[in-house]
């Protein structure tokens, strides 16, 4: 079955429900999510209206003011808006046989500015007739390269939004299978989606966002220290960022001493105004397994929790390599980005075959360096060595290259650290804790030490 033929029964099966009755609002791509209805039949059954407000004059008189018109905050407005609308409108005469909803989108498709096509898309359903709504609301990054052709993926996946809000609630994971249905992660990418109200009581919308990870469905999920999913750019926007990769399992008192030292130097050496860099604790679901298993979501929950107990944010990804990361946030910023790896960790970063599915050492190098990214390197010490990127020889093909980025400051090490124990890693506490060594409640940050009592987690 085609993909529009899927979407054309999804939406004849919507105008077939006699009791799903709502309104359709879209700015930005045409009323491509409308059209499929039209085109499906019996449309008069489910579109009460449809509205496209293109002008922002009429748009802030219908909706009310917003800081941005592709906006999690304006596609808020809209179907809050239009819902009460609908049930002021028709709660008489259909309210009591009728589960009403409201969808809206709001898009920046094809741009000249080089900026990457996204939008905001929600609805505000009745799960029963007149029961309270429930609210879905996502964010999608637009991958099509024509202007046409997004707005046919607009379309297909607002149809798939209505049809899972109505028939796919009752699991995260077909509501999200379902978004994605006649497309894919290379035409578009979601890496938001906000359950709200009661027909969502009982889901966490950052396990929903790891669930899109884990599924190839977004690149990474951003949790800021409350443990709610943020958009990449919203926090990053034009923002010097400074980010450590780690397990962070658990977070220790090294990791926060080493992004701190680097946070200092970048402030040392930034322009007199300039924003203060932003900090970022990153983990991969690719570099973590446990036997032959992966870790659960849970257990990276638990994480981005005692890590936002410090007031970190955290980024949950699929990235296997340090370039991954840097071109993922620069998406959102052209400011400094500092990677912070440690000593030891130059020897893979120089691995030629780490690079054998990406186009060679050369090409991943080149694609991780550009003129304002640095990678920080912070020492590696033992009883008899301490390493750091004066002290690293790459193998002989390399030498020159090397010595290109450490004499031109891609490549520095990071200032005061030399009385840190860089050797205490997390492996390290979690056999003290599971061997009942107190000494490893010294090692880690004490809202971190209480969360792992509390919970018993890393034993």
Not at 56 to 66: A, C, N, R, V
Not at 435 to 457: F, R, S
Request: hydrophobic share 35%.
């Amino acid at each position: 079955m085609s993909s529009l033929e899927s979407v054309r029964q999804k939406a004849l099966a919507l105008n077939s429900d006699d009791r799903i009755y709502g309104t359709f609002a879209e700015i930005g791509a045409g009323q491509e999510v409308a059209r499929h209805f039209f085109q499906a039949g019996r449309a008069s059954k489910t579109v009460a209206k449809t509205i496209s407000a293109y002008d922002m004059t009429f748009s802030d008189s219908i909706y009310g003011k917003s800081s941005r018109y592709v906006s999690e905050e304006r596609v808020r407005q809209m179907v809050a808006y239009e819902f009460d609308l609908l049930n002021e409108r028709l709660q008489d005469s259909r309210g009591q046989s009728s589960r009403f909803f409201s969808f809206a989108d709001t898009v920046s498709t094809s741009t000249r500015n080089g900026s990457i096509p996204h939008g905001w898309m929600g609805i505000r359903f009745h799960g029963e007739p007149g029961s309270p709504a429930n609210d879905i609301i996502i964010h999608v990054k637009i991958k099509d390269p024509g202007r046409l052709q997004q707005q046919e993926a607009l379309g297909v996946l607002g149809v798939n939004l209505v049809y899972a809000a109505f028939f796919k609630s009752d699991s995260t994971e077909d509501l999200i299978d379902t978004l994605f249905e006649g497309l894919s992660p290379r035409r578009i990418e979601i890496d938001i989606v906000r359950l709200e109200g009661p027909l969502f009581k009982d889901k966490d919308n950052a396990m929903v966002a790891l669930q899109l990870v884990r599924k190839g469905y977004s690149q990474a999920a951003l949790i800021n220290p409350k443990g709610e999913v943020m958009q990449v750019t919203d926090c990053f926007f034009n923002k010097p960022i400074i980010v450590q990769r780690g397990t962070f399992r658990p977070i220790t008192n090294i990791n926060l001493e080493i992004i701190s030292k680097g946070t200092d130097q970048i402030n040392k050496e930034k322009e007199p105004g300039a924003l203060e860099p932003f900090p970022l604790l990153e983990m991969s679901l690719r570099h973590d397994v446990h036997g032959d298993k992966k870790f659960s979501l849970d257990d990276y929950l638990f994480r981005a929790k005692t890590i936002g107990a410090v007031g970190y944010y955290t980024l949950i990804s699929n990235f296997d390599l340090f370039y991954q990361v840097k071109n993922y946030l620069r998406e959102s910023t052209n400011k400094k980005v500092a990677i912070v790896v440690g000593a030891s960790q130059l020897e893979m970063i120089f691995n030629e075959d780490f690079y054998k599915d990406h186009g060679g050492v050369f090409k991943a190098l080149g694609n991780l360096f550009d003129e304002n990214t640095q990678v920080f390197v912070f020492p590696f010490k033992d009883d008899k060595i301490c390493l750091t990127s004066k002290s690293f020889n790459p193998n002989l093909p390399l030498v020159h290259l090397y010595k290109h980025l450490t004499g031109n400051q891609y490549i520095v090490d990071i200032a005061g650290c030399d009385d840190l124990d860089t050797s205490i890693h997390s492996k390290e506490v979690r056999s003290l804790l599971r061997a009942g060594n107190k000494h490893w409640m010294e090692l880690v940050p004490q809202p971190v030490c209480d969360l792992i009592i509390k919970h018993n987690y890393f034993s």
